[in-house]
């Protein structure tokens, strides 16, 4: 009995072993793939910067043009209200069809019309209208510009009536409500959070794609996987020594970006366990890497795997949560997207950096990544024993 366990435990030394030789045979190819290694950290480094701090979904000095055909003392108040940083006063034209070519040609976004007698209106308390015009070219700039013109309209109608009723009323014996608003986790709206971190969460799912996939192929480019197999390596141990390799790489990837980056730059707070939030990366990078690896075996080269990911990555990308809200998508797509292993990882990803929860709020997205990766490794092993049979 003796001898027994001490040759189960030798099998088991043996055994991972070998599978320690594998891994770190992976990572010194990989590290002798310099353009791959260089994409990799400008991946994670200075891209998230340019993406953090060059793009702004927030509305932001939008340039108007005023036709004022009152210059009155109120139509000179109303287009004073459209201040920056949201709106940029680019001038009064002096006919509404120039301000309408100038929307045409992308030369301006907003086109505000205040008709004649305006402020003679307003003294006569009749109702008036002034005309906005907007270029929805960029939906979200110009729903966001709409959005704001509305608001300030109504503040501008709001003041006026609040005016009038206190000449004549005394405005604390007057019905009101108050909006009181409470920003959780990102108190400042600070966009660069959502943006930095959104363009790692793309790259860890890219990289944890194409990089176990590649591994694969470049195996079978070279004809090395039948020299794999007449040693004494099993399959398993060739799939997942890539694998742990490749998610090595992509969480010390992860940490640069965050050290570098998302820490030092954007102030990205991380208020949740960073263990966690790593041990959760290496789970989601073996997810998606039993993507790339079934891909591997249905591909005979790496131009193919690229062609797969654009497949496969794209959809998840977009439909994932990752840039609209999942919630705003129609249903048939919710219930497609149960099976993107993205769909969770963003709701890890929020939740440990920016809300501080734990294994007790998102244990149910840990159980579906969880899953969703044993599945798909398991998928892409019986898809490796069946292409080599």
């Known amino acids: 009995m003796d001898g027994g366990k001490v040759t189960k435990c030798e099998a088991v030394r043996l055994w991972t072993l070998r599978l ?19 994409f990799l950290v400008y991946s994670f480094s200075v891209s998230v910067y340019i993406s953090g701090a060059g793009i702004s979904m927030q509305l932001s000095h939008a340039s108007l043009l005023v036709h004022d055909g009152d210059h009155s003392e109120s139509s000179r108040e109303l287009i004073h209200r459209f201040q920056e940083p949201y709106f940029r006063f680019d001038g009064e034209v002096q006919d509404p069809k120039v301000g309408v070519e100038r929307l045409d040609q992308g030369t301006a976004m907003l ?16 109702p008036v209208s ?14 966001s510009a709409a959005s704001y013109a509305a608001r300030i309209v109504g503040e501008f109608s709001h003041d006026l009536a609040s005016f009038r009723f206190g000449s004549s009323a005394n405005l604390l014996d007057m019905p009101s409500i108050e909006s009181a608003h409470r920003v959780w986790y990102n108190q400042n709206q600070d966009e660069t959070w959502f ?7 793309r790259m860890i799912t890219l990289f944890a ?40 790489v992509i969480l010390a990837a992860t940490a640069l970006a965050m050290v570098t980056v998302l820490k030092p730059v954007f102030g990205v707070p991380v208020k949740g366990s960073i263990a966690l939030f790593f041990f959760l990366t290496a789970l989601y990078s073996f997810t998606i890497a039993g993507f790339g690896l079934f891909a591997a075996t249905v591909t005979r080269n790496q131009a193919q795997v690229g062609m797969v990911a654009l497949l496969v990555i794209s959809p998840m990308l977009l439909l994932s949560g990752i840039a609209t809200p999942f919630e705003a998508m129609p249903s048939w797509v919710q219930s497609i997207m149960a099976l993107s ?11 440990i950096l920016l809300k501080g929860v734990g294994l007790d709020v998102l244990w149910d997205s840990i159980l579906a990544m969880a899953l969703l990766g044993g599945a798909l490794f398991g998928l892409g092993m019986w898809r490796f024993r069946k292409q080599l049979e």
Request: charged fraction near 20%.
């Open 20 to 38: 320690f030789v594998m891994t770190r045979k992976e990572l010194l190819q990989l590290s002798r793939d310099g353009p791959l290694l260089l």
């Open 111 to 126: 086109l505000l019309d205040i008709p004649p007698r305006f402020h003679e209106s307003i003294g006569a308390r009749e």
């Open 130 to 143: 002034v005309q906005l015009q907007v270029d929805t070219t960029n939906a979200p700039q110009g729903l």
């Open 195 to 201: 943006q930095s971190i959104s363009h790692i969460l």
């Open 209 to 248: 794609f194409l990089l176990p996939a590649a591994a694969l192929v470049r195996e079978k480019e070279h004809g090395t996987v039948e020299q794999l197999l007449v040693s004494p390596i099993t399959p398993l141990q060739i799939m997942l020594s890539k694998v742990l390799a490749m998610t090595l």
């Open 341 to 351: 292993p993205l769909r969770y990882y963003v709701d890890v990803t929020y939740g």
